[in-house]
């Protein structure tokens, strides 16, 4: 994921205003969204495809045993609906759904990596290397040096949709443009992303402009709706310790990966930290609090709490 992440900001670091481009002859990136994506998966699509990825007929043989016979019921006003036979789709909260599904979008990549007539974006500090088509999961992400590709590469997408069962929707999908004098509204019958505006992509708010303050502002709302609703929960400091170390630091490393952290961020997080554990609030204060930090991330064996704090 990390990889993908980078590719995109990559790219979005190369967006200018070029007033004498037209549209349809400025690089662009393409957010693809599928419609119900994981329940939407030919089986037999993805049989066959493993096949030829090489797998082995008894591995291809118990996938189609886990998804030989699945149901689905509904329930309805408090009532359950008898089970009804479930045909196509992986099965969700399988481990192997994720990787099925990318072995299945594999088969676009490929598809369109190898067709002549579409030409990826350069990547940057290369020489002669472009990219063109990224997955993880079900979130694919085209990127095009023309935007006047865009319904070649539609095309190839409809078809493989018509094989596979996975149809993309133009109407939820985003078109960056990495020329920031566009400024229609839509292109090809996809919504454009304005320039300054972000749209989301892999938990990031992504777009042409600065990204820092706008990712670190939805991190901190984010951690401060969540720290409310445990507050009445979590009663004493190591509950909150807990919290704060498996839920609020593998969220803040999340954003802290890709963008940097700007100082205030910095004190806003610290801040909500000390209120949530010693004040019950969210909300951020700059009072002083009379407990020693020391004593905070100290490990248990020495008397502390063990709080890991982000730097």
Known sequence: ??????????????????????????????????????????????????RLFGFTESFIDLICRIHTGTTATFVVNGGQSSALPVRSGIRQGCPLAPLLFLLVVEVLGLALKQDPSLKGLPVPGTVDRTHLFSAFVD???????????????????????????????????????????????????????????????LGYEIGTGPLDNKNWAHRIRTIQRRLL?????????????LILNSIVLPSLLFTASVFY???WA????????????????????????KVNP?????????????????R
């Not at 609703?229 to 310790?241: C, D, G, Y």
């Not at 910095?266 to 609090?289: C, G, I, M, P, Q």
């Not at 905070?296 to 704090?309: D, E, F, H, I, N």
């Open 139 to 201: 979130d694919s992400t085209l990127f095009l040096d023309t935007a006047k590709q865009i319904l070649h590469a539609l095309g190839i997408i409809q078809a493989f949709g018509n094989l596979s069962g996975l149809h993309v929707q133009p109407a939820k999908s985003k078109l960056l443009f990495l020329n920031r004098a566009i400024s229609r509204a839509s292109f090809a019958g996809i919504d454009i992303v304005p320039s300054g505006a972000t749209t989301r992509y």
């Open 294 to 310: 020391g004593l905070l991330v100290t490990p248990k064996q020495a008397g502390g709490l063990t709080l890991s704090m982000s």
């Open 266 to 289: 910095e004190k806003e997080v610290h801040n909500s930290y000390k209120n949530f554990l010693w004040e019950h609030a969210t909300v951020t204060d700059n009072s002083r609090h």
């Open 1 to 50: 994921m990390t990889k993908t992440v980078m590719m995109m900001m990559a790219q979005l670091t190369t967006a200018t205003e070029q007033i004498d481009l037209t549209a349809e002859d400025s690089r662009c990136i393409l957010l693809l969204d599928f419609r119900k994506a994981y329940d939407t998966v030919d089986r037999d699509f993805l049989y066959e495809s493993m």
């Open 261 to 263: 952290v700007p100082r």
């Open 229 to 241: 609703t445990v507050t009445r929960v979590a009663t004493s400091v190591e509950n909150r310790v």
